[in-house]
């Protein structure tokens, strides 16, 4: 089959403004990507009837599917509909099915539809009406050609449904079901060019085209792509996914787009039987807040302490009075010991500590803004693990990365630490 | 003067995927709004040098300002230029000033320029070199007919400075100065439409198009914005922001794009020279989170505990088990308790405490998931004060809900608190 070229049009002019940004473009682009349906352009326009059609004019000369969103609704700054029947030659006739549909919307409301409600079952000459379940304005699908215009609302849950509706199936038609399938794999505290480098192989058995590698705070994702039938692209996936996995080894820590790091560390936790305590200096409750973002962490969470000043590091941990004037409260000695301390005092398995400079203030020559200090005790009765690190940039980043190096450090000793399942238990 | 027609392009294919979003336009729009500058449309394009091409002469033919990002690097997919000079009709020459000036970064490094670096000098003829101090590409202004093209690199920080030295003192030549000037005004914990009811007399006085309301994450900002010179619009605006300070009394929690909700609580617990601890069930660390991002905070924040499970609540905050037995965790005693635990343990003047149901889970007929209490006490020995909400959404927005709701108890306990300076006293 040919190849589809596909636009996006998004209309609005709050979107060309400093407050919002066009995001429904993402969701469309992502059906697309499904396909392997490769996207030539998009833009944005204000609510100016001509502009719109002279937009709508251009990409529908270069295009074969134009997909827009917004510009449907009731007021008088909507003006889609009308513009693209410019566009497109055709007219605009009430459907009444569709004026129909809006009354009974607006009846169970107990009100009435208004003039500027009813221009809404205003469609294209020859346009199929899409059905908006959860809103007013209804999309359309105009097609001629074997090319397709679609007109979503701009309400991005309204524009979701609809879209999967009514675009999917018109996507598989058109492409012939060659689905483009994407499979994630996650690694923590790596840097890109590192994982870059380990996976130089695979690009070359398969394709760098088929491999992306995306950074971003203290994570590095890897994309594996497919296209094809489902079961050659699973396939396919499933053995660039045992290369990736081979050549990354332990640096991954989870597998799939919404695998977070605190939920990994949360599920080995709950496989261990091991709860968990942290101690915080310089992330102010960082890392207690991301644990807690995991729904029914409480199972193996059991609390923390935010110990932001001497007196609490000593009063709340046990931190001895005498180590913290003696090496300062940002260093080895007082990591270890907060971890030890927040084990016992808070009764759990496992404790984690950090304590730090984030900034902007407090640095000097020997422990600069960015020192981190992070110790892991338990489980067990293991020695206690500790890492420092000097983090480059702002308080914020510095603090990020903090708490993204401890939640790395303990996936790593739980890993480590976790029993040995029955060998050969199957056999 | 004429009023100037702003359009803007973003090359590059990584714009279209779902990975990356172009925000470099944010900034451009920012400088276009300051001095009133209407963006008529923004596009993006792929790295194909016949479609930049087309789009370019598009946005010529109708615009008197047209902002390019991104294609200007070294790589053979960096086409910006020729399409440029095709869409303009001009020839593209080598500037012997750019070229020794990427020498010498070359040179500084160690390295030689390569013929692809070499394309950087590439200038179309008659264009204005825009130095790049911190990258290689330099960016290009062409103008021909009271009409300008911009070409600026993609790179974000490279482009932000060029923008800044280039752009705006074109835009001020060609606006007159007429500059637009913002004030935001910020409010939590009141919805949108209340806030928008309450300034009606203002929009009737200075017109509605001058103050925007916008809301997001618990925060309603008011945007105030006036145009003209600068003693009239600073005039305009002072006047404007005592209207809307009057019509919404203390809800308003801070002014100016900057200003954070913990960061005003840090200054009042500052100015009142009094110290503060958080005791957090539900939240999991998010407000002592929040205060720590303020820097500097260690002079007035203590600390605080993550009292996650019951045992914790008993063992760090004081709260006797048999009132946890008899109201259970998520009641306004504990929450009571919790707060006053907190400032005896931790030796804080002030203790805030949260405790509810962030679900999914966890939730009862009497006790619904997004059921928070929320208690603070001190400064001083007057009542410890209680609120109790249900908030509606997901786990993660109930939270950040409930943090915010502190926030703002604390932001008005401490207000209320505050010794009366002398009245008078300048007198």
């Known amino acids: 089959m040919p190849p589809v070229r596909a636009t996006i049009l998004a209309v609005g002019s709050e979107l060309l403004s400093t407050e919002r940004l066009d995001t429904n473009s993402l969701r469309l682009t992502a059906l697309l990507e499904r396909f392997g349906v490769e996207l030539a352009k998009k833009s944005v326009i204000g609510d100016l009837e001509g502009e719109i059609q002279r937009e709508l004019e251009a990409l529908w000369a270069t295009s074969d599917l134009v997909l827009v969103s917004g510009g449907l609704g009731p007021t008088g700054d909507d003006l889609t509909r009308e513009a693209a029947a410019a566009a497109l030659g055709v007219g605009l006739e009430e459907r009444a099915a569709t004026l129909e549909q809006i009354e009974r919307r607006f009846a169970a409301m107990g009100r009435r539809v208004s ?12 346009a199929e ?15 001629r050609d074997g090319k397709a215009l679609f007109l979503f609302p701009g309400v991005p849950f ?38 870059d480098l380990a996976l130089a192989p695979a690009y070359a058995e398969f394709g760098q085209e088929w491999m992306t590698v995306l950074a971003g705070a203290g994570e590095v994702r890897v994309l594996l792509t497919a296209v094809g039938g489902e079961s050659a692209r699973r396939e396919r996936l499933a053995v660039m996914r045992a290369r990736t996995l081979e050549l990354l080894g332990d640096s991954v820590f989870g597998e799939g787009a919404e695998t977070t790091l605190e939920g990994v560390v949360a599920r080995l936790l709950a496989d261990g039987g091991w709860t968990l305590a942290t101690a915080e200096s310089c992330t102010g409750g960082l890392v207690a807040e991301r644990m807690t973002r995991v729904p029914g962490v409480s199972a193996v969470f059991v609390g923390g302490v935010v110990a932001y000043s001497n007196e609490l590091k000593s009063g709340l941990l046990d931190v001895a009075p ?10 080895e000695e007082v990591a270890r010991a907060m971890a030890t301390g927040v084990c016992r005092r808070l009764g759990s398995a496992v404790g984690v500590s950090l304590t730090g400079i984030a900034g902007p203030g407090g640095g000097s020559p020997e ?61």
């Open 322 to 331: 005498e180590l913290l004037a003696r090496c300062g409260a940002v260093s």
């Open 129 to 143: 009406v899409l059905e908006n379940p959860k809103g007013t304005a209804p999309g359309q699908l105009f097609e």
């Open 367 to 427: 422990k600069p803004v960015g020192t981190v200090h992070v110790a892991v005790a338990g489980p067990g009765d293991g020695e206690v693990e500790h890492r420092v690190a000097r983090f480059p940039g702002s308080r914020e980043r510095i603090r990020m990365f903090a708490a993204q190096m401890a939640l790395e450090m303990l996936r790593r000793r739980l890993t480590a630490a976790m029993p040995a399942e029955g060998a050969g238990a199957a056999s």
């Open 158 to 195: 309204e524009l979701d449904g609809m879209a999967a509706d009514a675009l999917v199936p018109w996507l598989e038609r058109r492409t012939g079901g060659a689905a483009r399938e994407t499979w994630t794999i996650k690694v923590a505290m790596r840097p890109e060019s590192e994982v």
């Open 115 to 126: 003039p500027n409600n009813r221009k809404q079952a205003q469609v294209l000459v020859g």
